[in-house]
């Protein structure tokens, strides 16, 4: 796939990439070209950044008495230099010590993302909060078995008992 014979179709792979409509061998393909293209490299970030600021929220952000629910609104991908990250970084605030995470849309977690989890959950518990978890994809759930934050985290499945969990405790 040449990415440089036709501006447009390349500026197209780059913003069906961001919103994750490419096929897999399409992906893998532009993938391996970007990482090594410095022209593509910036292109895809200056269009990340521009969809960015043009307010596509990735986190829906609800309150429910006193629990902060964050719910990403599609697929997401929680690392090192996904927007999804950024925008659930920027959306914990200081003040939230209950809050539930929504992790049904993630579809890749990386270290970076298990540091943010682990970081409001100390957050949360140095001010006599709860952090928990509701419906972990299968992707997710083994990546948290295998670094044993589920000995930690508390996980549900179902959004009416994740919230009376918070009452109970």
Known sequence: MEFHEDPLFREEVIRDYLLRRLDAATTETFESHYLSCDKCFEELRASQ?????????????????????L????????????FE?????????????KVLIDLSQVTRIDSA??????????????????????????????????????SVLEAYYDERKAFESFTSS
């Open 113 to 150: 993302g298990l540091g943010q989890l682990i970081s409001c959950y100390t957050h949360a518990v140095r001010n006599r909060g709860m952090l928990k978890l509701l419906n972990p994809t299968a992707e997710v759930q083994r990546v948290l078995h295998l670094t044993k934050i589920d």
């Open 85 to 97: 990250l950024a925008e659930f970084q920027r959306a914990f605030q200081q003040k939230d010590t």
């Open 49 to 69: 950044a521009l969809m960015a600021g043009l307010g596509q929220r990735k986190l829906e952000l609800r309150r429910v008495e006193d629990v902060l629910l």
């Open 71 to 82: 719910k990403f609104a599609g697929p997401a991908q929680l690392t090192r230099l996904s």
